[in-house]
T-cell receptor, first 114, second 113 residues
Framework: KNQVEQSPQSLIILEGKNCTLQ??????????LRWYKQDTGRGPVSLTI?????NTKSNGRYTATLDADTKQSSLHITASQLSDSASYIC????FGGGSYIPTFGRGTSLIVHP | NAGVTQTPKFQVLKTGQSMTLQCAQD?????MSWYRQDPGMGLRLIHY???????DQGEVPNGYNVSRSTTEDFPLRLLSAAPSQTSVYFC????????????FGEGSRLTVL
């Protein structure tokens, strides 16, 4: 069964600090890996997408990395802001095998304090 | 474009009542899906559709029905609500299941008493 595990489950940091969120997956082969940001009371919104051949992808202060060999991805947030407080969800879409249904991680809840 | 629109945003039901959560998208996406989100559980797939007239079950389909008569609409029906169906429900659509970004609605919070 395809699985996506995220760590930590929750994280509290001070404004201006950096942080890194982790995502380990068993989906193989995979088509793409996305990181979504979900603000409280809102639907998730895509931050980055990476295919199996990409190592890193940036979106402003968000940088995602991918190691397809170890099946690990990370999301690095630089110079955190209060608006970064949200849940961050790792989603992996399989390739082939008759199913393209993406597998979701349970998310990391990030709280940024002033 | 409005994107993905869900109604209602909030609903309270009594056990045994039925209701329909509406989902509409104006992006001409073939793929549409329903998820429920519970604390600590993440998003779990209920049902999905890869085009008009085609639906399939996801991870947690029991107690829910769907239909897809048009590309734009994908309603989720609860035939006899149970307290275990208290959750936040999200509809999502995509132009490509294998490579496309999922666009989510703002969610529908359902409470079953």
């Amino acid at each position: 069964k395809n699985q996506v595990e995220q760590s930590p489950q929750s994280l509290i940091i001070l404004e201006g600090k950096n942080c890194t969120l982790q995502c380990n997956y068993t989906v193989s082969p995979f088509s793409n890996l996305r990181w979504y940001k979900q603000d409280t009371g809102r639907g998730p919104v895509s931050l980055t997408i990476m295919t199996f051949s990409e190592n890193t992808k940036s979106n402003g202060r968000y940088t995602a990395t991918l190691d397809a060999d170890t099946k690990q991805s990370s999301l690095h947030i630089t110079a955190s802001q209060l608006s970064d407080s949200a849940s961050y969800i790792c989603v992996v879409s399989p390739f082939g095998g008759g199913s393209y249904i993406p597998t979701f991680g349970r998310g990391t809840s990030l709280i940024v304090h002033p | 474009n409005a994107g993905v629109t869900q109604t209602p945003k909030f609903q309270v039901l009594k056990t045994g009542q039925s209701m329909t959560l509406q989902c509409a998208q104006d992006m001409n996406h073939e793929y549409m899906s329903w998820y429920r989100q519970d604390p600590g559980m993440g998003l779990r797939l209920i049902h999905y559709s890869v085009g008009a007239g085609i639906t399939d079950q996801g991870e947690v389909p029991n107690g829910y029905n769907v239909s897809r008569s048009t590309t734009e609409d994908f309603p989720l029906r609860l035939l006899s609500a149970a307290p275990s169906q208290t959750s936040v429900y999200f509809c999502a659509s995509s132009y490509s299941l294998s490579t496309g970004e999922l666009f989510f609605g703002e969610g529908s919070r359902l409470t079953v008493l």
